[in-house]
């Protein structure tokens, strides 16, 4: 399941186990951020949205975030 979320964004077709996709990217959060597991949540994410922000705009992961946070506004 997250080699194919990886490899081809079946996160976009995969709304029935959003909660199972939910699960393991905020396992991964919490192994790149180094955090306890009483961080919140909401913490997680914000902290792992200020790191990409801050990374070069030529970084591919910056340019994704960008693209994705302009498709939304």
């Not at 393991?24 to 790149?32: I, P």
Request: with cysteine; glycine share 4%.
């Amino acid at each position: 399941m997250v080699l194919s979320i990886l490899r081809y964004s079946a996160h976009i077709l995969g709304y029935e186990i959003t909660e199972r996709i939910e699960r393991v990217q905020l396992k991964l959060f919490k192994r790149v951020l180094v955090v306890n597991n009483t961080t919140s949540n909401s913490a997680k994410y914000i902290k792992f949205g200020l790191i990409i922000i801050g990374m070069n705009d030529n970084r591919l992961v910056n340019k994704c975030y960008l693209m994705d946070y302009n498709l939304y506004e």
